[in-house]
């Protein structure tokens, strides 16, 4: 089971400033492409890699497009 707490966490360990990739995704981006995530029923939300990819490409392609 995951926490969301940690799992915004792992995204911005990932896309945050400083980031293993680097896109300088703010706390207030993840959590807003979080809950666009969530509205896609087709796919269990389970925190992982999928999750947190799913997540970055929401942040570049609708949250800054």
Request: aromatic share 10%; charged share 30%.
């Amino acid at each position: 089971m995951y926490n969301m707490q940690e799992f915004i966490e792992y995204v911005l360990s990932f896309y945050g400033a400083g980031g293993l990739y680097d896109i300088n995704a703010s706390v207030d981006e993840v959590k807003k492409a979080i809950r666009i995530r969530l509205l896609n029923d087709d796919l269990p939300f389970d925190g992982d890699t999928v999750d947190r990819e799913l997540v970055r490409d929401i942040i570049l392609d609708e949250i800054r497009a």
